[in-house]
């Protein structure tokens, strides 16, 4: 056996021994040796392998599968940019604290400054988003063996921390399979003193206690993060009487911790100018909350405690007093006091808010973002998983929707914007077990469109895509830059109206499309069915600026 498929075999031999699942393969020259043993491995059932074209779908796709399993996902590519195509989805990944596994094949040593094609310096290249391990070039030597596995064993334990790890591994030809002789001895770590390495990720432990007095008219906000943080901390405030204003993507895990979670959250805050019954004298801010400026607003009002024990904490306007990395009922103690009418006054404004919402809903023409987000929420079977698409989608559920606790609800609040969403979707699916779902506007469908490039003889995700198509960016009307004294070049440096044709780009890649032309048959499209399919719901974002102003306005006079 040659040194480069000798080493490719110890690899994934070494990936599957650390409980790697799935592992996605972009085709190329340099990473034949792992796509020959790869290929070997899944005819055996011993790792699903995922074949993927194009590297920027495929890294996002695999964050999707880690997402969705809890396990981290390999993405396998060839040398040279392909490598530099991984970097958005390392990025993101990095920034949501997600496992991922990069295994970049590069040209060898002697390749390097030399001209040859498609070699780069590639070692390294994420730098601080991801823990970069280079091999040793393979080559026929004694004691490799362990090495190797040593390296993988490693690189999947430092995954297992939720952060992205690069293998860059150098290949020398041949890079196809030859068995003149079998070097090594063997592979399966048994005889002539060769040994597997075994490694346990150190599990998260509760613990850096609160050490600060917690008022007794706190408000919770909940935001991407940890579920089990979340859900510790909202059991806190279940028991200590706070509201609690979640983000969809951790609504789950406060519901579950048994925390009074609202509806219309952001609509309440009213960019944090709260009426004098509703202001709290502290704010505590479980994970990463990043939709809402009316949180930013009101953390800049009142004293702010961090729960989390990511390095980078939202604390953007720098007012965090504290930041601990746990809360739990131990901490109760540092309560001060219980006021009784605090969460039925914020009920109070809740109900107030939701009528409100309701009765605009109600009078306002279908279909808006809006109205297909709540309208999605409620219709969603039972135990679904839904996948929230950047920009206006996820603010439309986050503004209006119901909250359910048995809907898994996931979203790239990295750094991401609207890239590589349908493809995290689709790994999302893949990874999980349950009916999967995503909503997301067109820029954002139309920016991943290779996310549909899925070869016949690959498994095909259970996603049903729900496009919100007002050809172009909408949530550009609602910034700063929708104003009317912007409105002569709007349209073209903002807006950025495509005239695509949906159905027909569906078409090409084989992916079955469907209009919903009104909430009954939003609905119907909803049924739960196997494979890939697109639904798209036609919108005007002409109106939407006026339209948010007027759902605040009647949720401010409501409330107040």
Not at 105 to 119: I, K, W
Request: hydrophobic content about 45%; overall charge neutral.
């Amino acid at each position: 056996m040659n040194p480069s498929t000798a080493m490719a075999t110890v690899v994934v031999d070494e990936l599957v021994r650390n409980d790697v699942r799935h592992v996605v393969l972009c085709p190329g020259s340099r990473d034949a040796p792992l796509a020959f043993a790869l290929h070997a491995a899944a005819g055996a059932g011993r790792v699903e392998l995922h074949v993927r074209i194009d590297e920027r779908s495929a890294g996002f796709f695999a964050l999707g599968l880690g997402r969705a399993s809890g396990r981290p996902a390999a993405v396998v590519c060839t040398s040279g940019t392909a490598v530099a195509n991984l970097h958005p989805s390392v990025l993101e990944a990095h920034h949501s604290g997600v496992g991922l596994l990069l295994i970049t094949a590069d040209r060898p040593p002697e390749l390097h400054g030399t001209g040859a094609n498609q070699t780069i310096d590639q070692r390294n290249i994420f730098g601080s988003a991801a823990v970069a391990v280079d091999f040793p070039v393979a080559e026929r030597r004694a004691g490799l063996n362990p090495v190797w596995r040593g390296l993988v064993c490693r690189g999947v334990a430092r995954a297992e921390t939720g952060r992205p790890v690069q293998l860059n591994i150098p290949f020398r030809e041949p890079l196809v399979p030859t068995f003149a002789d079998q070097w090594p001895d063997t592979l399966d770590g048994r005889p002539n003193g060769l040994r597997w390495t075994t490694s346990s990720a150190a599990r998260s432990v509760p613990g850096n206690r609160v050490d600060f007095p917690l008022p007794a008219r706190t408000l919770m906000v909940v935001g991407s993060g940890d579920a089990g943080r979340a859900a510790s901390a909202a059991g806190v405030a279940a028991k200590a009487g706070w509201p609690v204003i979640a983000e969809p993507v951790g609504a789950a895990s406060a519901i579950a911790g048994g925390a009074p979670v609202l509806r219309c959250g952001p609509l309440l805050l009213g960019g944090g100018s709260l009426p004098d019954r509703l202001r709290p004298d502290a704010v505590v801010v479980v994970g990463r909350p990043t939709l809402s400026r009316g949180v930013r607003g009101l953390m800049d009002r009142v004293p702010v405690y961090g729960i989390g024990d990511h390095p980078q904490w939202t604390d953007p306007q720098y007012v965090a007093t504290h930041v601990r990395g746990w809360l739990d009922q131990d901490d109760l103690a540092h309560v001060e006091g219980h006021d009784p009418g605090w969460l039925a006054r914020w009920h109070d404004a809740e109900d107030a808010a939701v009528g409100a919402v309701e009765g605009l809903l109600a009078r306002e023409p279908w279909p808006t973002g809006l109205h297909v987000a709540r309208e999605l929420l409620a219709a969603l079977p039972p135990h679904a998983t839904l996948f929230l698409g950047s920009s206006n989608p996820v603010r439309d559920v986050d503004l209006v929707a119901a909250h359910r606790a048995d809907v898994a609800i996931h979203a790239n609040r990295g750094v991401a914007g609207i890239d590589g969403n349908l493809s995290t979707a689709a790994g999302v699916a893949v990874g999980g077990v349950a009916p999967t779902y995503a909503l997301m506007g067109d820029l954002t469908f139309l920016h991943d469109a290779n996310a549909m490039l899925i070869g016949p003889r690959e498994r095909r995700p259970d996603l049903t895509a729900v496009v919100l198509n007002d050809d172009g960016g909408g949530i550009f009307s609602l910034l700063e830059q929708g104003a009317a004294e912007h409105k002569a070049g709007f349209e073209r440096v903002f807006g950025t109206p495509h005239g695509v044709d949906l159905g027909a780009l569906c078409a090409a890649y084989r992916v079955p499309h469907t209009r919903a032309d009104s909430a009954s048959e939003l609905r119907a499209a909803l049924a739960p069915a196997p494979g890939l399919r697109v639904v798209e719901v036609r919108a005007d974002r002409a109106g939407l600026r006026d339209l948010h102003a007027r759902l605040r306005g009647a949720v401010a006079d409501a409330v107040r």
